[in-house]
C-alpha cells in the first residue's frame, strides 16, 4: 500500500438489500420459467431453427460473462488500483459462466442440428477429413467440457478469495488471485479462442480465419466493459456505491469502451482486407454470404453502429465522465455486439438473406432472465466492492 493511503480509514462494507428488488428477482423468476419452457417446446417442435436461435443467445451472454472474467484476471495479473472498487461485480457477473455451462446442454444434444460435419461420413469430402482429427463430435464434447470447465472454476476461485479477504483482508488471497489470475491468462486465451473456433467458426467448416478468435476476443473485451458501465450505474441510481465509483472510474471505463471500440475495427477490417485481396474461394465464402440481400445492410449497420458511431462520441472526455450518457453508449454498444454476434451465427441457416425467428427473441429472453435472476441472489451475498483489499484507498480516491 502507498504512503498516501497510510492513515486513512477504510470504509464499511455496502450490502444489496435483496428485500428491495423482491418483486424484480420474481419477475425474473417467472419469465425465465415461461421462456424456458417454450423454448423447450421449440426445441422439439422447430429443433432446426431453435438450435441456431439458442446458439445466438448463448454467444451473446457468453461474450459478456467471459469478457468480466478477463477483466477480472487483468485487473490482479496488473495490479490494478482503479478497478478495485468495480471488481466484485466484474467477479458476480463472471460467476455466471457456472449458469451458461448449464444452458450449453442444449446446444451439445442439438449439435447434429448446427454443425454439418458431425453427420458427413468420411471419404465424402477429402477437406472434411483432413481436419477429421480436430473436426469429431467426440473431441468437440471434450474440448467443450475443458473449456467450460475452466471458465466455471477460475471464476469461482477468484470470488472465493476475494470474498475470504473481506473477512480479515489478509494479503495473501491478494496473492493467490494473482496467481489463479496469471494462469489464467493464457487459458483465456486459448479456451476463447478455439471455443469460438468450436461452436462459431465451426458452423461452416470449410471457412477458416486464423484471426477469428481474436476478433471474437474484441467484442468481448468492449461489450463486458460496456455491461460493467451498465450495472454500475444502475447500482448507483438503486442508492448504492455513490460514493464509492465516481467519475474518474466512468472515465476510465470510457476509455476501455474507446480502446476496444477501435480494436475490434482494427482486428475486423484486417481480417476483412486480407481475405477479399487474397480471393480465395473457401475463404471469401464468409463474407459473401454476409454481404448478400438483407446481411448486407445488417452488416452495414454493424459496421456503422459499432465504429463510425461510438468512436467520436468516446473521443469526447466529457462523455466518458457523463455516467447518464456514457451508459447510453454502453447499452448502444451491447446492442451492436448482439447484432455482431447474429450476423455470425444466423447466416450460417438463412444464407439469402435475414430471417428473423420468434426463437431468436425467446432464446435471448430465456437465458437473460435466468442470468439475471441468479445475478440477483449472488450480488446481495457480498459487499458490493472488497471491503479490504490492499489497494481500496488508492481506488477510492483515483485521480486520472
Known amino acids: 500500500m502507498s504512503e498516501r493511503s ?109 454443425y454439418s460435419w458431425m453427420d458427413i461420413p468420411r471419404g465424402v469430402e477429402a477437406a472434411l477429413d483432413s481436419k477429421r482429427a480436430y473436426l469429431n463430435s467426440q473431441f468437440f464434447v471434450l474440448r467443450a467440457v475443458v473449456f467450460l470447465g475452466f471458465f466455471l472454476l477460475a471464476a469461482l476461485a477468484l470470488r472465493r478469495f476475494s470474498v475470504l479477504q473481506d473477512k480479515d483482508g489478509n494479503p495473501r488471497f491478494t496473492i493467490d488471485m494473482r496467481k489463479v489470475s496469471f494462469i489464467s491468462l493464457p487459458m483465456f486465451a486459448l479456451c476463447l479462442t478455439f471455443g469460438a473456433f468450436d461452436w462459431l467458426m465451426s458452423l461452416n ?76 474461394p473457401e475463404e471469401t465464402q464468409f463474407f459473401i454470404t454476409r454481404n448478400t440481400q438483407s446481411w448486407w445492410a445488417m452488416s452495414m449497420l454493424l459496421v456503422v453502429g459499432r465504429f ?23 447499452g448502444w454498444m451491447l446492442f451492436m455486439q448482439m447484432l455482431d454476434i447474429y450476423i455470425i451465427v444466423l447466416p450460417a441457416l438463412h444464407g439469402t438473406g435475414v430471417h428473423v425467428s420468434i426463437w431468436d427473441l425467446i432464446s435471448l429472453i430465456a437465458i437473460g432472465a435466468t442470468l439475471g435472476f441468479v445475478y440477483l441472489r449472488i450480488v446481495a451475498r457480498t459487499s458490493l ?16
Open 308 to 330: 463510425f458511431i461510438p468512436f467520436p462520441i468516446l473521443l469526447m472526455q466529457s462523455i466518458k465522465k457523463h455516467p447518464h450518457q456514457l451508459s447510453i453508449l454502453a
Open 205 to 280: 467448416y470449410r471457412w477458416f480465419s486464423t484471426m477469428f478468435g481474436v476478433y471474437i476476443f474484441a467484442g468481448t473485451a468492449g461489450s463486458s466493459m460496456a455491461l460493467l458501465v451498465l450495472v454500475i450505474t444502475a447500482l448507483r441510481q438503486a442508492g448504492y456505491l455513490k460514493e464509492v465509483v465516481t467519475v474518474e472510474h466512468y472515465h476510465i471505463m470510457g476509455k476501455w469502451m474507446l480502446a476496444f471500440c477501435i480494436f475490434w475495427a482494427y482486428i475486423g477490417f484486417g481480417q476483412y482486407m486480407l481475405i477479399w485481396y487474397a480471393n480465395i
Open 385 to 400: 466492492f472488497p471491503v479490504r483489499d490492499p489497494r481500496l484507498i488508492e481506488s477510492l480516491n483515483l485521480v486520472n
Open 6 to 114: 497510510e492513515g486513512l480509514p477504510t470504509p464499511e462494507g455496502e450490502y444489496f438489500e435483496s428485500s428491495r428488488f423482491a418483486g424484480l428477482s420474481f419477475v425474473l423468476g417467472v419469465v425465465a420459467v415461461i421462456a424456458l419452457v417454450l423454448c423447450l417446446v421449440g426445441a422439439f417442435v422447430s429443433p432446426h431453427q431453435f438450435s441456431y436461435s439458442w446458439l445466438f443467445a448463448f454467444g451473446f451472454f457468453f461474450t459478456l460473462c467471459a469478457g468480466c472474467f478477463f477483466w477480472t484476471i487483468v485487473h490482479h495479473a496488473t495490479d490494478a488500483e482503479w478497478s478495485v472498487v468495480v471488481r466484485r461485480q466484474l467477479e458476480n457477473i463472471a460467476v455466471l459462466l457456472t449458469v451458461l455451462a448449464v444452458l450449453f446442454v442444449p446446444i451439445l444434444l442439438l449439435r447434429h442440428h448446427l
